[in-house]
């Protein structure tokens, strides 16, 4: 077995098609598509490799790949977080230690050439979305979420990766008899007079005031979440693009003060990872017309982002958005996966409890000091 780092465009292909080998059988995988996997690692692409470094490594034995790794660094979150951190992601590997344990030293070592006092992942070149599945992998991960077998947990803790930080998800399916229950219809009844809140769908005819708006939320809301960087405009602007092409305005809606204020919003995004099925990453010849077709039709959702502005928080704002989303998507097989959810985010959790969901799935996130 040999570390090779990724030096050619061969190189770049055999990265991004090593996991469409390794889950091809795997019929929970939800393929993503090609042509979005290579935006990732371009910097013309991906504004997020604007400030980072970063290396992409290759295993292979008798010249075939049998596994993968990124370790990066990115300037701004250590600069936000004030700590020198080294990342690793898009980990995959056949299942032998060995081979785990060349990819994971090939990442740390890259890192300790650049002085990183820990190494934590798995992270991406996507803004927020990290950590590994290590409870609950059924079923099929929705949109922009991580996927993996169980063995990889086994992996990153024989190589002695710890627990950084676990991410709860929890469902709701109202094929399956879910209703919210009465006492937080009572509760946000309450909380919407006494505090004159109400709620709006996002206007698509003012779609960039809209995501502007939830920019300046976000940084407000969660910018003490654990992980949690604010994005750079030509970030925000990227995903802002990406969203418009899937975005449903009932799945998008702001809590406004007396004012006409903001102070909260809800992001639920339709599972496009239910449509990817069956296309093995690639939209053509019917993958366009299916994704077309059938995103507006989608009646699975993944909770994509939630915040609420300081001066509101613990006032059960949070639950009254939950109630209004699942009113404004209401219908009989409505399916939505509650994602992300830091597992020391005891607000968050205990309304999430209130609202009666079923926990799901827990992703962790790992990490250990470089000597």
């Known amino acids: 077995?040999?570390?090779?780092?990724?030096?050619?465009?061969?190189?770049?292909?055999?990265?991004?098609?090593?996991?469409?080998?390794?889950?091809?059988?795997?019929?929970?995988?939800?393929?993503?598509?090609?042509?979005?996997?290579?935006?990732?690692?371009?910097?013309?692409?991906?504004?997020?490799?604007?400030?980072?470094?970063?290396?992409?490594?290759l295993l292979k034995e008798k010249g075939k790949v049998i596994g993968r790794i990124a370790a990066f660094i990115d300037t701004l979150a250590n600069d936000f977080w004030e700590e020198e951190i080294g990342l690793f992601g898009y980990y995959e590997c056949i299942p032998d230690n060995a081979a785990s344990t060349l990819l994971l030293e090939a990442a740390k070592s890259w890192l300790r050439e650049y002085h990183c006092s820990s190494m934590r992942g798995p992270w991406?070149?996507?803004?927020?979305?990290?950590?590994?599945?290590?409870?609950?992998?059924k079923p099929s991960p929705v949109i922009m979420a991580p996927y993996n077998?169980?063995?990889?947990?086994?992996?990153?803790?024989?190589?002695?990766?710890?627990?950084?930080?676990?991410?709860?998800?929890?469902?709701?399916?109202?094929?399956?008899?879910?209703?919210?229950?009465?006492?937080?219809?009572?509760?946000?009844?309450?909380?919407?007079?006494?505090?004159?809140?109400?709620?709006?769908?996002?206007?698509?005819k003012r779609y960039d005031e809209e995501i502007q708006t939830i920019l300046e939320l976000s940084n407000t809301s969660l910018i003490q979440n654990w992980g949690y960087s604010p994005?750079?405009?030509?970030?925000?602007?990227?995903?802002?693009?990406?969203?418009?092409?899937i975005i449903q305005p009932k799945?998008?809606?702001?809590?406004?003060?007396?004012?006409?204020?903001?102070?909260g919003f809800i992001i639920a995004l339709p599972d496009l990872n239910s449509l990817l099925k069956g296309l093995n990453g690639r939209l053509f010849?019917?993958?366009?017309?299916?994704?077309?077709?059938?995103?507006?039709?989608?009646?699975?959702?993944?909770?994509?982002?939630?915040g609420v502005i300081p001066e509101y928080q613990r006032k059960a704002v949070d639950s009254l958005l939950?109630?209004?989303?699942?009113?404004?998507?209401?219908?009989?097989?409505?399916?939505?996966?509650?994602?992300?959810?830091?597992?020391?985010?005891?607000?968050?959790?205990?309304?999430?409890?209130?609202?009666?969901?079923t926990p799901s799935r827990r992703y962790r996130v790992f990490e250990m000091e470089i000597s």
Not at 290 to 299: D, N, Q, S, Y
Request: charged share 30%; with cysteine.
């Open 1 to 57: 077995m040999k570390i090779c780092p990724v030096e050619s465009p061969r190189d770049m292909r055999d990265f991004i098609k090593l996991p469409y080998q390794l889950y091809g059988q795997d019929k929970v995988w939800a393929p993503p598509l090609r042509s979005e996997q290579r935006k990732q690692f371009s910097p013309s692409t991906n504004p997020f490799l604007e400030h980072c470094k970063w290396q992409l490594f």
């Open 124 to 137: 991406s070149f996507v803004s927020q979305e990290f950590g590994m599945v290590v409870e609950g992998f």
């Open 149 to 204: 077998p169980p063995y990889y947990k086994e992996h990153l803790e024989g190589f002695g990766l710890k627990k950084a930080k676990d991410l709860l998800c929890w469902q709701i399916s109202m094929a399956e008899g879910y209703h919210i229950p009465q006492r937080i219809v009572n509760l946000t009844d309450v909380v919407a007079e006494r505090y004159d809140i109400r709620i709006r769908k996002l206007n698509i």
């Open 231 to 245: 994005a750079t405009e030509s970030e925000a602007d990227d995903m802002a693009k990406e969203m418009r092409r």
């Open 251 to 263: 799945g998008v809606l702001f809590a406004e003060d007396k004012n006409g204020r903001a102070i």
């Open 285 to 306: 010849p019917h993958g366009f017309i299916k994704l077309l077709w059938g995103i507006p039709r989608l009646r699975r959702y993944r909770l994509f982002a939630l």
């Open 322 to 357: 939950y109630r209004a989303l699942h009113e404004s998507l209401y219908s009989s097989d409505l399916w939505i996966e509650i994602n992300y959810v830091l597992d020391d985010n005891w607000p968050m959790i205990n309304a999430i409890k209130k609202l009666e969901a």
